[in-house]
């Protein structure tokens, strides 16, 4: 977001999430915005580089008897790039078209896309592109409530899904209890519940990945690589060396899934070092090669 005269990819992200030219964006409006909006992202590399977490809390009661809740807020503008529209996104092909996060001094790095809408359909679809250094890292909210299992006390955090792409509100408000170990160590854990017309959003979201490599993200929470609560359809696809503290080091799926063509090595996780799938879903592979994953569950 600048006045350099130039259309960033976050200022085109924004424009056809606004249905809208955003800043020196100019569409090319041979068909009407919302038929087939895409960004097409010559060979180089492009570089997220503003801070800031777009996703909050509430504390319904300061005083710790209820537990705080998510609020998602969907700012373009800052941290990851937020889709709320139907769009493509389509690079000179993996080996040379990058969108990454700076690892420069100063800068708190983010997701790099999160896909998520209160109501309509979006479907969005990612192409020729390799995402890397997308990282989600765990907010501190308050202190919680008193353990029953010892005297170190409870911890309320803020945990965000999907270190390089997420689909669906992919956050949740976890209460870790250092007393106890294990799977038993925190309360709600998941990166959220899977968005359905009448729970958390009315939209209808979906994904879907065609030549593109995710590769070196990490999340604390679920889903280094890819997080989605929807439906998601892959190919060509390769998922590498994405490191998650907690389930889905590759993927975390929580929708119906068809992946095809597809690598998944070196990633690790606690749960599912290359994918970990839950929920009522039909998950499909073809021709794909896991190898070199981790995990402790």
Same mark, same amino acid.
């Given at each position: 977001?600048?006045?350099?005269?130039?259309?960033?990819?976050?200022?085109?992200?924004?424009?056809?999430?606004?249905?809208?030219?955003?800043?020196?964006?100019?569409?090319?409006?041979?068909?009407?915005?919302?038929?087939?909006?895409?960004?097409?992202?010559?060979?180089?590399?492009?570089?997220?580089?503003?801070?800031?977490?777009?996703?909050?809390?509430?504390?319904?009661?300061?005083?710790?008897?209820?537990?705080?809740?998510?609020?998602?807020?969907?700012?373009?503008?800052?941290?990851?790039?937020?889709?709320?529209?139907?769009?493509?996104?389509?690079?000179?092909?993996?080996?040379?078209?990058?969108?990454?996060?700076?690892?420069?001094?100063?800068?708190?790095?983010?997701?790099?896309?999160?896909?998520?809408?209160?109501? /309509?359909?979006? %479907?969005?679809?990612?192409? +020729?592109?390799?995402? !890397? &250094?997308?990282? @989600?890292?765990?907010?501190?909210?308050? =202190?919680?409530?008193?353990?029953?299992?010892?005297?170190?006390?409870?911890?309320?955090?803020?945990?965000?899904?999907?270190?390089?792409?997420?689909?669906?509100?992919?956050?949740?408000?976890?209460?870790?209890?250092?007393?106890?170990?294990?799977?038993?160590?925190?309360?709600?854990?998941?990166?959220?519940?899977?968005?359905?017309?009448?729970?958390?959003?009315?939209?209808?979201?979906?994904?879907?990945?065609?030549?593109?490599?995710?590769?070196?993200?990490?999340?604390?929470?679920?889903?280094?690589?890819?997080?989605?609560?929807?439906?998601?359809?892959?190919?060509?696809?390769?998922?590498?060396?994405?490191?998650?503290?907690?389930?889905?080091?590759?993927?975390?799926?929580?929708?119906?899934?068809?992946?095809?063509?597809?690598?998944?090595? /070196?990633?690790? %996780?606690?749960?599912?070092? +290359?994918?970990?799938? !839950? &929920?009522?879903? @039909?998950?499909?592979?073809?021709?794909? =090669?896991?190898?070199?994953?981790?995990?402790?569950?």
């Amino acid at each position: 977001i600048d006045t350099d005269g130039k259309c960033s990819l976050r200022e085109a992200v924004m424009s056809v999430n606004a249905q809208a030219n955003i800043g020196p964006c100019a569409a090319d409006l041979t068909q009407a915005w919302g038929t087939q909006d895409t960004l097409k992202l010559p060979a180089g590399t492009y570089t997220l580089t503003l801070s800031g977490l777009d996703e909050s809390f509430l504390d319904p009661d300061p005083s710790g008897t209820l537990a705080p809740v998510v609020v998602n807020v969907g700012d373009a503008t800052l941290g990851d790039l937020d889709i709320s529209r139907s769009m493509r996104i389509e690079g000179a092909g993996a080996a040379s078209t990058a969108v990454q996060w700076s690892s420069a001094d100063g800068v708190t790095r983010d997701r790099i896309f999160h896909v998520n809408a209160d109501a /309509g359909t979006v %479907a969005v679809t990612l192409a +020729g592109l390799t995402l !890397t &250094g997308g990282q @989600t890292l765990q907010q501190v909210i308050k =202190t919680g409530p008193a353990s029953g299992s010892g005297d170190q006390q409870t911890t309320y955090y803020l945990r965000r899904a999907g270190g390089a792409i997420a689909v669906g509100p992919a956050a949740a408000v976890v209460l870790v209890d250092p007393n106890v170990t294990g799977q038993a160590n925190s309360a709600g854990r998941g990166g959220s519940k899977k968005p359905t017309a009448t729970e958390e959003t009315g939209a209808t979201l979906s994904i879907s990945l065609s030549g593109v490599v995710v590769t070196g993200n990490s999340a604390q929470g679920d889903g280094a690589g890819v997080y989605t609560a929807a439906a998601m359809t892959a190919s060509d696809l390769v998922v590498s060396n994405n490191s998650s503290t907690t389930n889905g080091g590759g993927v975390y799926n929580e929708g119906n899934t068809s992946i095809s063509n597809a690598t998944f090595s /070196g990633n690790t %996780a606690e749960g599912g070092g +290359g994918f970990f799938g !839950t &929920g009522s879903n @039909t998950v499909n592979f073809s021709g794909a =090669t896991f190898s070199g994953n981790k995990a402790v569950g």
